[in-house]
Nanobody
Framework: VQLQASGGGLVQAGGSLRLSCVAS????????MGWFRQAPGKEREFVSA???????YYEDFAKGRFTISRDNAKNTAYLQMTVLKPEDTAVYYC?????????????????WGQGTLVTVSS
């Protein structure tokens, strides 16, 4: 199983980025996909998740600015991030879980990508 995250980079505050996560080795359409982030010196935190049915979940800081989506034909999950703020600076990780009642918990996820760094300058 491999999850390959990409799309991070350096962006000015107010800008946008789209992260991608390509999955292989799993039946992608049967998995929920989540995005987490970890800023320097902080714990990993939940950002967003999308169920295999397409139901979406967001942490409060992501609501209205971030949009999660998936393309099952491409085995890819996306995180569109807009109105980025310096406090969004972090390594962003994608993760996959087949079944869970708790998308917010990192411990629920079976597989993880390597992370992609997002840096937002002020």
């Amino acid at each position: 199983v491999q999850l390959q995250a990409s799309g991070g980079g350096l962006v000015q505050a107010g800008g946008s980025l789209r992260l991608s996560c390509v999955a292989s080795g799993i039946t992608f359409s049967s998995y929920a996909m989540g995005w987490f982030r970890q800023a320097p010196g902080k714990e990993r935190e939940f950002v967003s998740a999308i169920s295999y049915r397409g139901n979406t979940y967001y942490e409060d800081f992501a609501k209205g600015r971030f949009t999660i989506s998936r393309d099952n034909a491409k085995n890819t999950a996306y995180l569109q991030m807009t109105v980025l703020k310096p406090e969004d600076t972090a390594v962003y990780y994608c993760a996959a879980v087949q079944i869970t009642p708790d998308f917010w918990s990192a411990n629920e996820y079976n597989y993880w990508g390597q992370g992609t760094l997002v840096t937002v300058s002020s």
